[in-house]
């Protein structure tokens, strides 16, 4: 696009896009570079149903601390049916899970309770040493 008088030594007036388009390279391998970085949770197992129901056998290997609402007061904890006081459960946890080679556990929660009583428990299993922490809800309990 000149703009000439008509002349041949007259200015050009013409838009040098090369820095431009440096400009647009430099940013697009900025972004190209940076990728977002993914918050990452608590990872969960979640306890399968049995392919067949009617042959179900009992596993007692399988360690399930519920944290159970009692109204206004504080949850009641039981492992595996027996009831347990809260400052009780780690050392239990520890005792079950020293002779084990799989460090499995699952927690139940009340649905009324606050998660926060939960991830206490979930700390307890964390500090007896367990490796792998399920979470079991109600629609997983009801098998849907």
Same mark, same amino acid.
């Given at each position: 696009?000149?703009?000439? #008088?008509?002349? /041949?030594?007259?200015?050009?007036?013409?838009?040098?896009?090369? $820095?431009? !388009?440096? +400009? *647009? @390279?430099?940013?697009?391998? &900025? %972004?190209?570079?940076?990728?977002?970085?993914?918050?990452?949770? @608590?990872?969960?197992?979640?306890?399968? $149903?049995?392919?067949?129901?009617?042959?179900?056998? $009992?596993?007692?290997?399988? &360690?399930? +601390?519920?944290?159970?609402?009692?109204?206004?007061?504080?949850? =009641?904890?039981? !492992?595996?049916?027996?009831?347990?006081?809260?400052?009780? &459960?780690?050392? /239990? *946890?520890?005792?079950?899970?020293?002779?084990?080679?799989?460090?499995?556990?699952?927690?139940?929660?009340?649905?009324? *309770?606050?998660? =926060?009583?939960?991830?206490?428990?979930?700390? %307890? #299993?964390?500090?007896? #040493?367990?490796?792998?922490?399920? @979470?079991?809800?109600?629609?997983?309990?009801? #098998?849907?």
């Amino acid at each position: 696009m000149g703009m000439g #008088g008509g002349n /041949k030594g007259g200015t050009m007036s013409e838009i040098n896009v090369t $820095p431009m !388009i440096d +400009v *647009l @390279l430099v940013l697009l391998i &900025i %972004f190209m570079v940076i990728v977002p970085v993914t918050p990452k949770g @608590l990872d969960t197992l979640v306890p399968q $149903p049995p392919k067949d129901p009617s042959k179900s056998e $009992p596993n007692d290997r399988t &360690i399930v +601390v519920q944290v159970l609402s009692n109204g206004a007061g504080a949850p =009641s904890y039981k !492992i595996n049916d027996n009831a347990f006081n809260k400052q009780d &459960i780690e050392p /239990k *946890l520890a005792e079950i899970f020293a002779t084990r080679q799989e460090k499995v556990m699952f927690v139940k929660g009340d649905k009324d *309770l606050d998660f =926060s009583k939960v991830a206490e428990v979930i700390d %307890f #299993g964390h500090q007896a #040493g367990v490796d792998n922490i399920g @979470l079991i809800t109600p629609r997983v309990e009801s #098998g849907q």
